[in-house]
């Protein structure tokens, strides 16, 4: 094989690898794309994670929200994640110094995760998996769980913050119950003007 051949045959690999990573998971529920620092930070302080919190991290991706939970904010952290090669990611990661009494990660599915302790939910996926993510939220977590979302409002949810510049959306449930079928989960709740005098 000459040496052009090579380097074509490398390159239609290299592609196709970098493809699967981003889009694989894209059957399941969301394709691969990290929570950057700036929206973690503010997710997790929407949520008021505190020591001790369990977060549960649906599609951990490679670790952005799960590292910085458990480093930064002490919490004890689920990560969810479907594809194997983050998954190995995360598991070095954890391995290569990472805070491992606190992170356990579950190679699987979201849909089919027990979400019942978990006291914060954190996600970052696409539409579809928001909407069949919400009947699991609805019936498994306990009142006074908090979910964030980025990117993507939990359908039918109000909001008790909408950060449309960050695009995050916090829930505290069961507050967030309320909305009609018109309600997308990106416009909070309007507190009522006060009585006129
Ligand atoms: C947009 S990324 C989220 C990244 C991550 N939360 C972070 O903090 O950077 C979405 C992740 O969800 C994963 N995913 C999609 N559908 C899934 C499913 N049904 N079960 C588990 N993980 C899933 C994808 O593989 C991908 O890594």
Do not use: C, K
């Not at 889009?23 to 990290?34: D, I």
């Not at 994670?49 to 590292?67: C, E, H, K, M, S």
């Not at 995760?113 to 019936?139: C, K, N, Q, T, Y």
């Not at 909001?159 to 995050?168: F, N, Q, T, Y």
């Amino acid at each position: 094989m000459s040496l052009a051949t090579t380097l074509y045959v490398l390159g239609l690999v290299a592609v196709a690898v970098v493809a699967y990573f981003l889009y694989a998971s894209f059957v399941f529920g969301a394709g691969y794309q990290p929570t950057p620092a700036r929206v973690v930070r503010r997710m997790l302080d929407l949520a008021e994670v505190r020591p001790g919190d369990t977060v549960y991290d649906l599609g951990a991706g490679t670790g952005a929200i799960v590292f910085a939970a458990a480093r930064t904010y002490g919490a004890r952290v689920v990560g969810v994640e479907v594809e194997p090669l983050r998954v190995l990611i995360l598991r070095l990661r954890l391995w290569w110094g990472g805070p491992r009494d606190r992170v356990t990660f579950v190679w699987g599915n979201i849909f089919e995760v027990d979400l019942r302790p978990a006291r914060i939910v954190a996600v970052f996926l696409w539409p579809g998996a928001m909407e069949r993510l919400r009947p699991r939220f609805e019936s498994q977590l306990s009142p006074g769980a908090r979910v964030v979302s980025h990117w993507h409002p939990v359908p039918g949810w109000i909001p008790e913050v909408a950060d449309s510049e960050l695009r995050v959306y916090f829930y505290r449930w069961p507050a967030a119950q309320g909305g009609d079928s018109s309600t997308d989960g990106s416009e909070a709740r309007i507190p009522p003007p006060p009585p006129a005098r």
